[in-house]
C-alpha cells in the first residue's frame, strides 16, 4: 500500500489523500486531512495498521501527531506525553517521529519517549534522556533513534540539516562513540514486496 498526502502551498490544508493498493494497478482518493498542518517529517511512521505523522497544525503551530488507520481510512490524533510542551517553536525543529520495537516513538529535544499501547495517551514513557555529547557541534539538533540494543547502547543519526553523524550512545551511562560514517540512515522494515527501480 502507498499514500500519497500532496499539498499545494506551504500548509497541507488544500491537498490531496491518495491511497494506492499494490497489484491493483489503481489510485483512490481518501477523505482529506481535517485540519489545516504542515507535516515536520516526509514519511508517516506505520504502527498497529496506521501511518503517524508529525506535524505542526495550520493555526497555532503547535505539534501533533496525526494517524491515519489504513483499515477504515480515518484520522486520529494521537496524544503526546503530558510532559512535552508542544507550543513552542524548539518543540518543531527539535522533534522526530519513529518506530521502536514496534511501538511509536518520539523524540523531544534530548528526552526518548515510546507509547507502548498503542493509542493509550497514558501508555508514554520517557525511555532515557540523551546526555549532552560535548564533540557534536550544536547545530546538529534532530535527533533520531534508529535502534535500541538489549546492552542499552542506542544507534541515534543527528543531522543538522546539510550533514548527519551516526553515533552509537549507551543510554545506561551516557558515553558515545561517533562512527566513521556520516551520511544519512534510515531503518530498513522487511517486506515481501521487491521495490521497482
Given at each position: 500500500?502507498?499514500?500519497?498526502?500532496?499539498?499545494?502551498?506551504?500548509?497541507?490544508?488544500?491537498?490531496?489523500?491518495?491511497?494506492?493498493?499494490?497489484?491493483?494497478?489503481?489510485?483512490?482518493?481518501?477523505?482529506?486531512?481535517?485540519?489545516?498542518?504542515?507535516?515536520?517529517?516526509?514519511?508517516g511512521k506505520f504502527v498497529?495498521?496506521?501511518?503517524?505523522?508529525?506535524?505542526?497544525?495550520?493555526?497555532?503551530?503547535?505539534?501533533?501527531?496525526?494517524?491515519?488507520?489504513?483499515?477504515?481510512?480515518?484520522?486520529?490524533?494521537?496524544?503526546?506525553?503530558?510532559?512535552?510542551?508542544?507550543?513552542?517553536?524548539?518543540?518543531?525543529?527539535?522533534?522526530?517521529?519513529?518506530?521502536?520495537?514496534?511501538?511509536?516513538?518520539?523524540?523531544?529535544?534530548?528526552?526518548?519517549?515510546?507509547?507502548?499501547?498503542?493509542?493509550?495517551?497514558?501508555?508514554?514513557?520517557?525511555?532515557?534522556?540523551?546526555?549532552?555529547?560535548?564533540?557534536?557541534?550544536?547545530?546538529?539538533?534532530?535527533?533520531?533513534v534508529l535502534h535500541i540494543?538489549?546492552?542499552?547502547?542506542?544507534?541515534?543519526?543527528?543531522?543538522?540539516?546539510?550533514?548527519?553523524?551516526?553515533?552509537?550512545?549507551?543510554?545506561?551511562?551516557?558515553?558515545?562513540?561517533?562512527?566513521?560514517?556520516?551520511?544519512?540512515?534510515?531503518?530498513?522494515?522487511?517486506?515481501?514486496?521487491?521495490?521497482?527501480f
Open positions: 500500500m502507498v499514500v500519497v498526502l500532496r499539498g499545494h502551498g506551504n500548509f497541507v490544508d488544500n491537498h490531496e489523500v491518495k491511497v494506492h493498493t499494490l497489484g491493483t494497478n489503481c489510485w483512490k482518493s481518501i477523505q482529506n486531512i481535517p485540519f489545516g498542518c504542515v507535516a515536520l517529517q516526509i514519511s498497529s495498521g496506521t501511518l503517524n505523522w508529525l506535524v505542526a497544525k495550520e493555526y497555532d503551530n503547535k505539534i501533533q501527531i496525526f494517524s491515519l488507520d489504513l483499515g477504515s481510512e480515518t484520522y486520529k490524533e494521537v496524544l503526546l506525553p503530558r510532559e512535552v510542551d508542544a507550543s513552542t517553536l524548539h518543540s518543531q525543529l527539535h522533534s522526530q517521529l519513529g518506530v521502536l520495537r514496534d511501538c511509536l516513538c518520539m523524540v523531544f529535544g534530548y528526552d526518548v519517549w515510546v507509547m507502548k499501547e498503542y493509542k493509550n495517551k497514558e501508555s508514554w514513557s520517557k525511555l532515557f534522556t540523551i546526555s549532552h555529547i560535548p564533540d557534536l557541534p550544536t547545530y546538529y539538533g534532530i535527533i533520531k540494543f538489549e546492552d542499552g547502547q542506542v544507534l541515534l543519526d543527528s543531522t543538522n540539516g546539510y550533514t548527519w553523524k551516526l553515533i552509537f550512545y549507551n543510554s545506561r551511562d551516557g558515553t558515545y562513540k561517533f562512527t566513521e560514517f556520516e551520511f544519512r540512515c534510515e531503518v530498513c522494515v522487511e517486506s515481501l514486496i521487491s521495490p521497482c
